[in-house]
Nanobody, 125 residues
Framework: VQLQASGGGLVQAGGSLRLSCAASGRAFSSYAMGWFRQAPGKEREFVAG????????YYGESVKGRFSISRDNARNTLSLQMNSLKSEDTGVYYC???????????????????WGQGTLVTVSS
C-alpha cells in the first residue's frame, strides 16, 4: 500500500482544514487506518484511527470533539476533518495503514506498517 497525504496548510486558530490520504492497492479496504502528527522536537502522536470498514473510530484525547476521521473504501481515500484548530495542533500529519488484516485500531506508530510522506499543518494564534 502506498499512501499520499495532502491538504495541509496555514490556518488561523479556530479555523478548519480537511486532510486527505490517497491510497494505492486493493489491500487498503482490509486495513485499519490512522492519522498521526509530529510537532518539532516531539514524538509522533496518535490523532485518530478508523477500522477497516469504517464502523469504528477512535481519537486521541486532545482532538476529541474537534476532529473527525472517515474513509471511502470504494475510492481508496482516508480523510481527517479538523475543526476548531488550536496552535498546539501544529505539526506534520501522517496517514498510516495498519498492514494487518482485520486488526482493531492501533494507537502506537510502530504498529503501523505503511506511511504517507506527511503534510504540514500550521495553526497561527
Amino acid at each position: 500500500v502506498q499512501l499520499q497525504a495532502s491538504g495541509g496548510g496555514l490556518v488561523q486558530a479556530g479555523g478548519s482544514l480537511r486532510l486527505s490520504c490517497a491510497a494505492s492497492g486493493r489491500a487498503f479496504s482490509s486495513y485499519a487506518m490512522g492519522w498521526f502528527r509530529q510537532a518539532p522536537g516531539k514524538e509522533r502522536e496518535f490523532v485518530a484511527g478508523i477500522s477497516w470498514n469504517g464502523g469504528t473510530t477512535y481519537y486521541g484525547e486532545s482532538v476529541k470533539g474537534r476532529f473527525s476521521i472517515s474513509r471511502d473504501n470504494a475510492r481508496n481515500t482516508l480523510s481527517l476533518q479538523m475543526n476548531s484548530l488550536k496552535s498546539e495542533d501544529t505539526g506534520v500529519y501522517y496517514c498510516a495503514a495498519d498492514g494487518h488484516v482485520g486488526r482493531e485500531i492501533a494507537t502506537m506508530p510502530w504498529e503501523y506498517e505503511y506511511w504517507g510522506q506527511g503534510t504540514l499543518v500550521t495553526v497561527s494564534s
